[in-house]
């Protein structure tokens, strides 16, 4: 049997949260969800997850400035990086697995980073 991978959304767009979960269970991973940083990163502590997409602006801080210390402490986690605002993209490890997707996010999109990991 086939362990699934673990997702984990943080981004405070509700709507978006749901479409992409609901996208990625029909694609058989298990889907977490937080729409705080400080939430997201308990969650992340406790499940390790295979992928992480992360929004930049949080109600309570920027999460693209974690994203290097994340890489650094889940070399694993394959990191996406989302916003709709281009910001400036965080000094990343050499050895970090990640991509940056701009809002909106298409299914093409998420196919594309479904070859990924």
């Known amino acids: 049997m086939q362990v699934e991978k673990k997702i984990l959304i943080i981004d405070d767009e509700t709507d978006l949260c749901l ?53 650094k402490t889940y070399p694993s986690t394959y990191i996406v990086l989302i916003s709709a605002f281009h910001p400036e993209t965080p000094d990343m490890p050499t050895n970090a697995r990640y991509k940056i997707l701009e809002k909106p996010i298409s299914l093409w999109d998420l196919d594309s980073q479904l070859a990924v990991f």
């Open 19 to 71: 479409l992409l979960k609901d996208y990625f269970i029909r694609k058989h991973y298990n889907v977490f969800v937080s729409h705080s940083l400080e939430e997201g990163e308990k969650i992340l502590d406790d499940i390790h997850p295979d992928v992480l997409f992360l929004d930049n602006n949080l109600p309570d801080g920027l999460g693209w400035n974690n994203a290097p210390k994340i890489a």
